[in-house]
């Protein structure tokens, strides 16, 4: 298993000096100044493998860029919309880029106008720490009294409108104005200014897009770029739904083991592949995470290995970000099903044995408290996660050989 940290570029308060002190040795990164649908220059690949490869002081950093996280699929491709056809052959050329640059692996999701939705950016636990919520009756209050999403009200049970009805009443202008901020936060290129108007407008460019036309729209879209993928050398790995199920009414088709099924075996070529994210596929309480690992896991390209304590078992639910070993999923016994995929894949010879993983989120704590980032991404409830899943790898690989080769 290969060690990856997540950076968001020369803007992220975490510098890649502080990222090799953790002693990881790839690096998970993208254009984020590029908009979906426009082509990646190889100039600027460029200049970002050069921003990774030196420290502050102008000598070499070692690392390299492992991942690119993500490159994104835009709503024109989405809905088969627009100018989709040329967001495909720019797609495509971006590929081309990032394959002769010499990176490999391309992580991407499909999931319409949000990216991942939260409550809570900094909700604090009994110990003083943060970490991000999903509260499902918060959800509920911003989608029906603030967002007002006609016919919001039929997506949700009576218990859930009374509470939030009642919830609601009781929150104080800031606190609404702070949740509607947060779930924007969500949003592709959540930095602009989008207005609740701006929202509805999104969510109403998918009214006629069911489930089925989505996945349909999907399957024809990953038809045209995964061959030439494979021709690349590049592997790609869609990321789940985050959270996974669906949200503001709209469709979501990669939120669970079937759902992955069927896409693999629709474009059945190795390029077409998963980036396995525990703590997204770990809300559902029906999604067998380690049976994943073990049956799909020969396509299992990326790793994201953080961990969430659902408050429910309903669908949807609320839940929280755990510490990385404390959660719902079974971080030793996942982490077991990966190394002895990775010892699968050396017997098969293939070159691709080693998977990278980063640690996915973290909480925020100690000198994290105070210091701006991303949400989601401190620096030392990152170090803390990648430590203690450095010592599950360790301590299988040394304690088990034998069953892991």
């Known amino acids: 298993m290969e060690e990856t940290w997540r950076w968001f570029g020369p803007e992220d308060t975490v510098s890649i000096d502080d990222i090799a002190q953790a002693g990881a040795s790839g690096i998970v990164t993208a254009l984020h100044h590029i908009r979906p649908g426009q082509i990646w220059p190889r100039d600027e690949i460029d200049k970002r493998h050069k921003e990774i490869s030196i420290f502050k002081d102008g000598s070499p950093s070692k690392l390299v860029w492992r991942v690119?996280?993500?490159?994104?699929v835009s709503e024109e491709i989405k809905q088969q919309s627009g100018d989709w056809h040329s967001h495909i052959a720019n797609y495509v050329k971006s590929m081309e880029n990032i394959a002769s640059s010499?990176?490999?692996i391309?992580?991407?999701?499909?999931?319409p106008i949000l990216d991942w939705t939260r409550t809570d950016l900094a909700w604090q636990l009994s110990n003083g720490s943060r970490c991000m919520r999903f509260d499902l009756i918060d959800f509920v209050i911003f989608d029906v009294y603030l967002l007002k999403r006609y016919g919001a009200v039929k997506n949700y049970s009576n218990m859930q409108l009374a509470s939030a009805e009642k919830r609601f009443h009781s929150m104080s202008k800031n606190k609404l104005n702070q949740l509607t901020s947060n779930i924007i936060h969500g949003l592709p290129g959540a930095t602009e200014n989008y207005s609740i108007e701006d929202i509805k407008k999104h969510i109403a460019s998918y009214s006629e897009i069911s489930e089925k036309q989505l996945r349909k729209n999907f399957i024809e879209f990953l038809s045209k770029v995964v061959p030439v993928a494979e021709e690349l050398g590049i592997r790609l790995c869609c990321h789940p739904d985050d959270p996974p199920f669906s949200l503001l009414g709209l469709p979501r088709i990669m939120s669970t083991e079937d759902d992955y099924k069927t896409i693999l075996e629709e474009v059945d070529l190795p390029a077409n592949g998963i980036t396995l994210c525990s703590?997204?596929?770990?809300?559902?309480?029906?999604?067998?995470?380690?049976?994943?690992?073990?049956?799909?896991?020969?396509?299992v390209h990326f790793l994201h290995l953080r961990n969430v304590k659902r408050e429910s078992t309903s669908i949807p639910g609320s839940f929280f970000e755990a510490s990385h070993l404390d959660g719902d999923t079974d971080m030793v016994g996942l982490i077991t099903e990966i190394l002895i995929q990775e010892n699968n894949r050396r017997n098969l010879d293939r070159n691709d044995f080693s998977i990278?993983?980063?640690?996915?989120?973290?909480h925020e704590?100690?000198?994290?408290?105070?210091?701006?980032?991303?949400?989601?991404?401190?620096?030392?409830?990152r170090l803390k996660g990648l430590a203690e899943l450095r010592g599950i790898i360790k301590a299988l690989s040394h304690s088990y050989p034998s069953q892991l080769r």
């Open 279 to 299: 703590g997204s596929l770990g809300v559902r309480h029906d999604n067998d995470i380690l049976g994943m690992m073990k049956r799909l896991g020969h396509r």
């Open 106 to 111: 391309i992580c991407y999701n499909f999931m």
């Open 356 to 362: 990278p993983f980063r640690p996915d989120h973290g």
């Open 68 to 72: 690119v996280e993500s490159l994104p």
């Open 102 to 104: 010499g990176v490999s």
């Open 365 to 381: 704590i100690l000198d994290d408290l105070d210091r701006r980032k991303q949400p989601g991404y401190p620096s030392i409830g």
